[in-house]
């Protein structure tokens, strides 16, 4: 599986651009309980935490089951009031946005063509094929450009992104092939906000993170003012996992529906022809919208996953919910995610009674 999003020169290269924040207070409390109570043992989630902490590189790692927290280690400097840089966790946070704003009439339907929102952006000798990327291929990165490691950091160092987006040659037919790239889910933060008039910030805290009772403590955004769609929600790690919550429950929460029932199910529906094989312990891997799913440890799993190991795994069949953060002053070739993913099917798993 290829590394996920940016090295940190992009971040030097626009630090200068503003960044949005959301003030809102948020009240989502994750309920304390024992390991014990729980179904889990207690010694082998104590030996997770240690493990965490040896690798030098875990800054938070939570244990949910049942919907309660059994399991919560901090480690250099974080703690539970401390936000993240998620990296692309952002990208399942936007699915969901996209899932509401299908669900309310403010995106027609999945296989809307995207140059109906982005007129302005045509120019002679376009790629005729840029005429066919439908919203679902941004969804499921197959709009035909090359992967983000190839194109993503010289992009941001422009003062339109999107306009250099549509400038980028295309590799591959539409829905041909998947090709990650933040560049795709960027896109989608421009057209909620071309079809709400809002920001996709306070789309969210409208729409889904006010509703679920969780806070986005920063957004950045490009220099036009558009949120970053793939890479850039800086969130607590208890707030992180109640979007897992949320997809565990069918799109509710506290018998609030906040995404369909059936957005959840087609977003966690695998989308890739054939399953690839092994990633680390991860297994039978696939793509959803903007989820990544798999097995480990023979247990079917979907997770959002940031480079360097910003994961919220979620196993529907056991209710339970893995969240970590890592360090975030990485580059693209960071080897800091497979030995998380290690961890959780050494310990975390094997502590279920």
Known sequence: MKKLLFPLLVLAVWILVSCNKSNDGYDFEWPVSTPSAEGMNQQKLDSACIKADELGFVDALLVLRNGHLVAEKYYNGYGVNTEHQIYSDTKSFMSALVGIALENGLIENLDKKIMDYFPEYIYSGMDSRFFDITVRHLLTMRMGIDKEENTLIPIVQTNDWIRETFNLPLLFDPGQKFSYNSLETHLLSAILTKVTGKSALEFAVENLT?????????????????????????MKPRDMAVLGYMYLNDGMINNTQIVSKEWVDVSLTRTWAANSKKWGPLTDYNYGYLWWLGKMNGYDLFMALGMGGQYVINFPDLDLIVVTTANKDISWDNEQEIPILEIVSKYILTAIN
């Not at 006010?210 to 800086?234: A, C, R, S």
């Open 210 to 234: 006010g509703p679920m009772g969780i806070e986005i403590i920063q957004w950045n955004h490009d220099p036009l003012g558009n949120n970053t769609g793939g890479y850039d929600i800086y």
